[in-house]
């Protein structure tokens, strides 16, 4: 189905919780199964050698923390050449998370859901824990799911029994979804709601805004008929090709359920995009208390107006075929809602069995010349990078290791351009100087996403983006406030843990300093001078000696590197394999006693 989805240009999700642990006994002729791994990688394979017209598909893959293998799941992408055609995410509970404040054990078990697992053991909810946030240290990677705050906000999990329970998320992460059903999504831009922008007199249009929710649902709606449409027609040319029935029968089936999915519960992913912009455009800095509230509004009127939107399209053209009052009369999202919303629902139903998110948009917004998303500008001046198609004729910029073709393009971000036009007046003064991703407080950047996150039903896809030299606990703290806060999710990415899209303009590897010394080394060689080599004998070791610590990648993998220090100075060098040492990320320097053993 992976391959299926992938050669129409799309994208999945996958819960891989339902496999079997490793070394568990087997009907077949292996008796005992592979474990996740092998298949984590299948799928990720699966996903990147599926072209169409060169474009890869996407894929989430994501898992339960009660899996008795999800640690090694956690440390799975830490080899930046594995797994390299999907993301990954853990999905926690409430059970977990409570247990590492504790520092409890908690249940891992298989099935993961079930009331008499076949497989079950007490584990250290810490360790988990610790091995989750540093691999998101190291590589970026796995995403953390808050999955019981998703379940308990899903108006969808009210039909579960009729078969939409959440079971995983789209690629980004933005849409939990129960199995075969489709992600659409619609973003409003919310730097056209903006009125005199970056002037004393500039102000957010709310009927403006109101207006454009109302046509952006009923057009979403009429999304689904397009979607259904579609789906028909691929079914059709299924039933045409000439492969006998036994072939076509797995497609047909996957086609059929996402059709019958659609149908059922005309799901809906409305959103916006450019928020960081329209925040400026209103002369206030992201992340500044002022934002807060700016947010605060914009999603609550989103909330509003969408959900009102689906009540009277359910008037004209009838709620959702699954639709039941009594099912979800305790929905804690649905609750929250406003009593005169909550009264017409109850009357007439609503058209969209789940309405809302935030997805990252970054394609969109490119061509909007817009922020992305919920997200901070990343940089005012940054690198894009955009990978080449097989047919793209463009000579690269640079070929990764997986041997993809990458063009590079320095971006200026639009909107400080705007800003210089109106205003005449430069960065230094706009409401973009620190406010950049990099600058803006970690603690608030989480807040922010947990107030507007409250205001959703589906979720929000968004990267906290974080300095390289940034402290470990830093990174296990902004987690654990996200679960507090109420977040649905949470993503980071320092600095130089993996390649991104996006980087900034100065972090190339050809910097001044590395061009000048080669320069100068070019310039030794060609002039055939002789370089002069000054003997030495270094000065005796004590058998205690200073040291920094340092950590880097080194063929995919992570290493620890010991500089030994003399009176201030470096003496010697020595690393291994990062796994080899037990040194918590928060020590940065320490004491080397020389024994003369080889461990």
């Not at 988990?128 to 946030?133: K, L, R, T, V, Y």
């Amino acid at each position: 189905r992976i391959a299926q989805i992938s050669k129409r240009r799309g994208g999945g999700g996958i819960d891989i919780s339902p496999i079997r642990p490793k070394g568990m006994y087997t009907r077949n002729s292996a008796f005992t199964t592979d474990g996740i791994v092998v298949f984590m990688e299948r799928f990720s394979n699966t996903s990147r050698e599926v072209a169409q017209a060169g474009r890869r598909g996407a894929l989430m893959e994501s898992i339960s923390v009660h899996h008795p293998e999800v640690m090694n799941f956690i440390k799975a992408k830490r080899n930046l050449d594995k797994i390299t055609g999907a993301n990954i995410s853990v999905r926690v509970t409430d059970e977990f998370m409570k247990a590492v404040k504790r520092n409890k054990k908690y249940e891992q078990r298989w099935p993961v859901d079930s009331d008499n697992p076949q497989v079950k053991q007490m584990v250290n909810a810490k360790e988990i824990w610790d091995e989750i946030i540093k691999s998101v240290y190291l590589s970026a990677e796995p995403g953390v799911l808050f999955w019981d705050t998703i379940i308990r906000n899903s108006p969808a999990d009210s039909y579960d029994s009729l078969g939409f329970k959440t079971c995983g998320t789209n690629p980004c992460g933005e849409l939990p979804l129960n199995p075969s059903d489709s992600c659409r999504l619609m973003s409003i831009n919310l730097t056209s709601c903006v009125d005199n922008p970056f002037t004393k007199d500039s102000k957010f249009n709310e009927e403006k805004y109101i207006e454009i929710i109302h046509k952006s649902m009923r057009l979403m709606d009429d999304l689904i008929e397009m979607e259904i449409k579609a789906v028909e027609n691929i079914i059709k040319k299924v039933k045409s090709d000439p492969e006998n029935n036994l072939v076509k029968e797995n497609e047909l089936n996957m086609w059929e359920d996402i059709r019958n999915n659609c149908e059922r519960g005309r799901r809906t992913g409305l959103g916006v995009t450019g928020l960081a912009d329209c925040i400026a455009m209103l002369n206030h800095k992201y992340g500044d208390k002022s934002s807060i509230k700016i947010v605060e509004n914009i999603y609550r009127i989103l909330r509003d107006e969408a959900y009102r939107t689906s009540i009277e399209l359910a008037k004209e053209r009838g709620p959702f075929p699954i639709w039941d009052h009594n099912l979800e009369k305790d929905n804690e999202f649905l609750s929250r809602l406003p009593d005169d919303i909550r009264r017409n629902m109850k009357k007439y139903g609503r058209r969209n069995i789940a309405c809302l998110t935030t997805a990252p948009s970054g394609t969109i917004s490119i061509v909007a010349q817009t922020s992305s998303g919920f997200e901070p500008v990343f940089k005012t001046e940054y690198i894009r990078k955009r990978k080449l198609n097989e047919n793209d004729n463009e000579d690269p910029d640079f070929i990764d290791t997986m041997g993809d073709r990458w063009k590079e393009y320095k971006i200026y971000h639009h909107g400080l351009l705007k800003y210089k036009d109106i205003t005449g007046k430069d960065f230094e003064d706009s409401p973009y100087n620190g406010a950049q991703a990099e600058e803006i407080d970690y603690n608030i950047r989480v807040k922010m996403q947990a107030i507007a996150t409250k205001y959703v039903c589906h979720a929000i896809s968004s990267t906290v983006n974080l300095p390289q030299d940034i402290d470990f606990d830093i990174v296990e703290d902004l987690y654990t406030k996200a679960w507090e806060e109420g977040c649905k999710g949470l993503t980071v990415y320092r600095a130089g843990s993996r390649e991104g899209v996006l980087s900034s303009s100065g972090s190339k590897k050809d910097c001044p300093e590395c061009d000048q010394s080669s320069e100068k080394f070019k310039e030794a060689i060609e002039s055939e001078k002789l370089l002069e080599i000054v003997p030495s004998i270094a000065p005796d070791r004590p058998s205690l000696m200073e040291c920094d610590i340092h950590r880097s990648r080194v063929g995919g993998g992570d290493w620890l590197f010991f500089v030994g220090l003399l009176n201030g100075r470096p003496y010697e060098v020595f690393g291994g394999d990062s796994e080899q040492f037990t040194i918590p990320h928060k020590y940065k320097n320490g004491l080397i006693a020389k024994n003369g053993k080889v461990d």
